[in-house]
């Protein structure tokens, strides 16, 4: 009998990630690929479902995976209006990114207890979302790449040179390129820590492709009394919940 599993994709802006299931289900095996390689890919096992989320217009992948997969494609651009555990704040639900959307689901499948949501992707998003399943609202800003291009391509005098260096903390840069990078790592880190100080009840998940850096930082601020946690699937947790069809913890 052949194996099956559900796979996740997760549709980024140049990328897609893609995750399923460890057999012993202790665990994500995750991995990305560039659009038009996904099809040629293969697998250890049989497709069940095939779950994709995915927040830009994709209309000629969303044919093509249709073609492959038929009944078996789930495509989720927008969230649900009804869940039992998200109550909308958003008065059109279908303007809240599906990412941030999954990633608060996601957040919730690991505890039930009040959640600060921080995915550190493209963009630095941070959702409350309150033990009633209560969205309270949230911020988005440019995240650390996109923040540092915006620099380098408004301003005349900012430039990127070649012989320097990214900073890898947020403290005082040496010449320009570091500085830049440590400033906005600096901006995101306060941010974050200034909404940690004002929630300090809600346990907080971090998620994207800076979280390692982020969790890091954090862990190092003193704010011990707040819970982190680094969950860099919580995408996928998010989909997985809906592909079980359960919303128990």
């Known amino acids: 009998m052949s194996v099956r599993s559900d796979l996740f994709l997760d549709i980024g802006n140049t990328r897609i990630k ?9 665990g994500w095996i995750t991995g990305n690929c560039a659009y038009d390689e ?8 049989e497709i069940n479902r095939l779950m994709v989320a995915c927040v830009r217009d ?22 649900l209006a009804d869940h039992p555990q998200f109550q909308h704040c958003y008065v059109d639900a279908t303007r809240l990114g599906v990412d941030r959307w999954l990633a608060m689901l996601g957040a919730r499948q690991l505890h039930r207890d009040n959640l600060l949501v921080v995915d550190a992707g493209t963009a630095l998003t941070l959702d409350l979302l309150d033990q009633n399943q209560q969205h309270r609202g949230g911020w988005i800003v440019p995240g650390l790449q996109l923040a ?18 990214d900073a890898s903390h947020a403290g ?13 790592k600096r901006q995101l880190l306060t941010l974050v820590l ?16 800076d979280g390692a850096w982020l969790t890091h930082e954090l862990e190092l601020s003193g704010m011990a009394d707040v ?23």
Not at 18 to 26: E, Q, V
Not at 38 to 45: K, N, P, R, T, V
Not at 172 to 184: I, Y
Not at 234 to 249: K, P, T
């Open 18 to 26: 893609w995750g399923y299931r460890n057999p012993d289900a202790r």
């Open 38 to 45: 996904f099809i040629g890919l293969q697998w250890s096992f």
């Open 58 to 79: 994709q209309a000629d992948l969303s044919k093509q995976l249709q073609s492959h997969f038929a009944e078996r494609l789930y495509w989720l651009s927008t969230p």
């Open 148 to 165: 540092q291009q915006a620099l380098f391509q408004q301003t005349q005098r900012v430039n990127p040179y070649q012989d320097e260096d």
């Open 172 to 184: 005082p840069g040496q010449d320009t390129l570091s500085c830049v990078s440590s400033g906005v």
């Open 194 to 209: 200034s909404v940690m100080a004002d929630y300090p009840d809600y346990k907080v998940f971090v998620c994207g492709g």
């Open 227 to 249: 819970e982190i946690h680094y969950a860099p699937h919580l995408i996928f947790d998010g989909m997985e919940s809906l592909c079980a069809g359960s919303f128990l913890l």
